[in-house]
T-cell receptor, first 120, second 114 residues
Framework: AQKITQTQPGMFVQEKEAVTLDCTYD???????LFWYKQPSSGEMIFLIY??????QNATEGRYSLNFQKARKSANLVISASQLGDSAMYFC?????????????????FGKGTKLSVKP | GAGVSQSPSNKVTEKGKDVELRCDPI?????LYWYRQRLGQGLEFLIY????????KSGLPSDRFSAERTGESVSTLTIQRTQQEDSAVYLC????????????FGSGTRLTVV
């Protein structure tokens, strides 16, 4: 079963409007971390925002906020006031506390991504 | 350095040849990861190093793939007898130890096997 599911292969949004990118995850651990990354056409991976499973408040970083609904295992990214430079692939990722080799932390598991296009 | 450095940025190789990709992590980052990203796809985990612990090799797709890291410094990913399906961008990332730390990625090595 997929650990991270992003159901929107592509999204369009009008410049200056808000957009929500969906992400659901699957884990049996109580302690985990959720991340969003942006990948523009240049290929670099840019860290956007982090949410810990025990964090009571939704994470915010500037125009980015994470709508964390733990019971639903949902970690949607909300981008407010979209800009043309927001056009990119967006990846949701999860880190579980234990790696396959019993390490103190596991690797990040990524979803397949959502391609966001901002229209002028 | 200030970021994660990968070299070469582009590599074209003939099928059957061996290639070596290099990653220089951020100083002080104990964790180092290799991922593969095929065109238009998501990131596929390959291998993970954490300090001096045994690496997590669970993502390596075949025995043609191997990686080494000495201590908390440079890592090399080696692909032997390259195949066309190995063509992809190979991304390296490093992070501090701890589940709340995200990764800092390098710019990747674009490998093309012809």
């Amino acid at each position: 079963a997929q650990k991270i599911t992003q159901t929107q292969p592509g999204m369009f949004v009008q410049e200056k409007e808000a957009v929500t990118l969906d992400c659901t995850y699957d884990t049996s651990d109580q302690s985990y971390g959720l991340f969003w990354y942006k990948q523009p056409s240049s290929g670099e991976m840019i860290f956007l925002i982090y949410q810990g499973s025990y964090d009571e408040q939704n994470a915010t970083e500037g125009r980015y906020s994470l709508n964390f609904q733990k019971a639903r295992k949902s970690a949607n990214l909300v981008i407010s006031a979209s800009q043309l430079g927001d056009s990119a692939m967006y990846f949701c990722a999860m880190r579980e506390p234990r790696g396959n080799y019993g390490g103190s932390q596991g690797n990040l598991i990524f979803g397949k991504g959502t391609k966001l296009s901002v229209k002028p | 350095g200030a970021g994660v450095s990968q070299s070469p940025s582009n590599k074209v190789t003939e099928k059957g040849k061996d290639v070596e990709l290099r990653c220089d992590p951020i100083s002080g980052h104990t964790a180092l990861y290799w991922y593969r990203q095929r065109l238009g796809q998501g990131l596929e985990f390959l291998i993970y190093f954490q300090g001096n612990s045994a690496p997590d090799k669970s993502g390596l797709p075949s025995d043609r793939f191997s990686a080494e890291r000495t201590g908390e410094s440079v890592s090399t990913l080696t692909i032997q007898r390259t195949q066309q399906e190995d063509s992809a961008v190979y991304l390296c990332a490093s992070s501090l130890k701890g589940a709340s730390y995200g990764y800092t990625f390098g710019s990747g090595t674009r490998l093309t096997v012809v």
